[in-house]
């Protein structure tokens, strides 16, 4: 157990991922919140409702790619992460009030989901390449698959809950449970403030004249550089498009094939959590990520989606579900601890936008077409559809281990 948790030995990093653990709950809260009142109450139980909003989410991290990167490499990563926090629960609060107010509308809910986007295309790689800001080189691998445990304990324990208050209390009240969960990770960046100092807080990068565009290239030029970052950035961009995409085909399973309610929706995206923690718990256990391990981790994602999407029985769906979560997280954790491993400190933020870009960005372009293959051919599709994206994915990962073998 000291080596899984490791780094919580360092005070820095042991602040911070308290306040995370608190602010991921309520973020579950509000997802969980969010995709059942589009299914069951703003649209016609309607999955590619539920895929336009994610689109609208997670389209911005590709569309701000060009400045989210450099920004985070540029300034202050403590200061960008007070800022996000902040309009995340001012976002979190406008939209709880909407629907308490009943005046909520689908339109509401898509341009909220948009702005929380935006927002979040700067949140994400800054607290990507803030934990190395916090912690030492030997302790990152580790730092970061805590942090996806952290996430995935949320991921758990949120829409257990979310499931239970929205039968009990309504949505609305679940969204301001949410603005007020980010109160402990500014209390946290605040503490901070006096433990680093700025040298620790920002890594500059000297643009020069070149402005936004050239560091932008400069990223892309890095990571195409390496045959292993790029066949890395090729199997997240499958896995995700498709297989990332639960919202969307968990919400139509539980809706249209097991005839379930919230509580059942938000049982389902914590029974697939209980696998992303079990994930996360074995590849902090690692101490280095292998392109084996990850090309063994997309196998799992292939398999456990097209044998979920054959399941008869609510319960074996679930079992389904907790090896898919287990094989997602060991994928998405070990690709990106691969690429911040192989990224010199300077251009960090730069490529991890690129991978969260590339990660969320894809989940924003496959949640559409899930949708619609989930309300034309059947949810089952919906989900196999995950399965077959990552065969792909394998092929990508066998080939480069062979070429590696061979050269």
């Given at each position: 157990m000291s080596k899984t948790f490791r780094s919580l030995s360092n005070p820095n990093y042991r602040l911070w991922f308290t306040g995370a653990v608190i602010s991921n709950i309520g973020t579950w809260l509000q997802r969980t919140a969010q995709d059942w009142i589009v299914i069951s109450e703003l649209s016609d139980k309607n999955?590619?409702?539920?895929?336009?909003?994610?689109?609208?989410?997670?389209?911005?991290?590709?569309?701000?790619?060009?400045?989210?990167?450099?920004?985070?490499?540029?300034?202050?990563?403590?200061k960008i992460l007070m800022v996000t926090q902040v309009l995340m629960a001012i976002l979190a609060l406008v939209l709880g009030l909407l629907i308490l107010s009943n005046t909520v509308a689908l339109w509401q809910v898509c341009v909220c989901a948009f702005l929380l986007g935006c927002v979040a295309a700067f949140d994400a790689p800054a607290r990507q390449s803030f934990v190395s800001d916090i912690v030492n080189e030997k302790e990152l691998s580790n730092a970061v698959?805590?942090?996806?445990l952290s996430f995935n304990t949320a991921r758990l324990i949120g829409p257990a809950i979310a499931g239970v208050l929205i039968s009990w209390i309504g949505a609305?009240?679940?969204?301001?449970?949410?603005?007020?969960?980010?109160?402990?990770?500014?209390?946290?960046?605040?503490?901070?403030?006096s433990r680093l100092s700025?040298?620790?807080?920002?890594?500059?990068?000297?643009v020069g004249g070149a402005g936004f565009a050239s560091n932008f290239f400069d990223g892309f030029r890095y990571?195409?550089?390496?045959?292993?970052?790029?066949?890395?950035?090729?199997?997240?961009?499958?896995?995700?498009?498709?297989?990332?995409?639960?919202?969307?085909?968990?919400?139509?399973?539980?809706?249209h094939v097991f005839k379930g309610h919230s509580d059942q929706y938000g049982f389902l995206i914590s029974t697939m959590a209980i696998g992303s923690m079990t994930g996360a718990i074995i590849t902090a256990r690692r101490i280095q990520p292998t392109m084996l391990f990850i090309t063994i981790a997309a196998s799992g994602v292939a398999i456990s989606s097209i044998?979920?999407?054959?399941?008869?029985?609510?319960?074996?769906?679930?079992?389904?579900?907790?090896?898919?979560?287990?094989?997602?997280?060991?994928?998405?954790?070990?690709?990106?601890?691969?690429?911040q491993l192989s990224t010199e400190r300077h251009y960090r933020g730069r490529v991890m936008a690129i991978v969260i870009a590339t990660a969320l960005g894809s989940t924003a372009l496959g949640g559409p077409v899930v949708g619609a293959v989930a309300d034309w051919l059947?949810?089952?599709?919906?989900?196999?559809?995950?399965?077959?994206?990552?065969?792909?994915a394998v092929a990508l990962g066998v080939r480069y281990l062979r070429e590696k073998a061979t050269s």
């Amino acid at each position: 157990m000291s080596k899984t948790f490791r780094s919580l030995s360092n005070p820095n990093y042991r602040l911070w991922f308290t306040g995370a653990v608190i602010s991921n709950i309520g973020t579950w809260l509000q997802r969980t919140a969010q995709d059942w009142i589009v299914i069951s109450e703003l649209s016609d139980k309607n999955a590619s409702a539920v895929g336009l909003v994610v689109f609208l989410q997670f389209a911005p991290q590709i569309l701000l790619l060009p400045i989210t990167g450099w920004t985070v490499d540029k300034f202050n990563r403590r200061k960008i992460l007070m800022v996000t926090q902040v309009l995340m629960a001012i976002l979190a609060l406008v939209l709880g009030l909407l629907i308490l107010s009943n005046t909520v509308a689908l339109w509401q809910v898509c341009v909220c989901a948009f702005l929380l986007g935006c927002v979040a295309a700067f949140d994400a790689p800054a607290r990507q390449s803030f934990v190395s800001d916090i912690v030492n080189e030997k302790e990152l691998s580790n730092a970061v698959s805590l942090n996806s445990l952290s996430f995935n304990t949320a991921r758990l324990i949120g829409p257990a809950i979310a499931g239970v208050l929205i039968s009990w209390i309504g949505a609305g009240w679940v969204f301001l449970l949410n603005a007020v969960s980010f109160i402990p990770m500014l209390t946290s960046l605040y503490r901070l403030r006096s433990r680093l100092s700025e040298k620790e807080n920002v890594v500059k990068v000297d643009v020069g004249g070149a402005g936004f565009a050239s560091n932008f290239f400069d990223g892309f030029r890095y990571v195409a550089k390496s045959r292993k970052m790029t066949t890395v950035a090729l199997m997240t961009f499958l896995i995700c498009s498709f297989g990332m995409n639960f919202a969307v085909y968990l919400s139509s399973m539980t809706v249209h094939v097991f005839k379930g309610h919230s509580d059942q929706y938000g049982f389902l995206i914590s029974t697939m959590a209980i696998g992303s923690m079990t994930g996360a718990i074995i590849t902090a256990r690692r101490i280095q990520p292998t392109m084996l391990f990850i090309t063994i981790a997309a196998s799992g994602v292939a398999i456990s989606s097209i044998v979920a999407a054959y399941c008869t029985s609510f319960y074996g769906f679930c079992v389904a579900l907790v090896f898919l979560g287990l094989s997602l997280q060991a994928f998405n954790t070990s690709s990106n601890t691969l690429m911040q491993l192989s990224t010199e400190r300077h251009y960090r933020g730069r490529v991890m936008a690129i991978v969260i870009a590339t990660a969320l960005g894809s989940t924003a372009l496959g949640g559409p077409v899930v949708g619609a293959v989930a309300d034309w051919l059947g949810p089952r599709w919906g989900v196999g559809i995950g399965g077959l994206s990552a065969l792909i994915a394998v092929a990508l990962g066998v080939r480069y281990l062979r070429e590696k073998a061979t050269s």
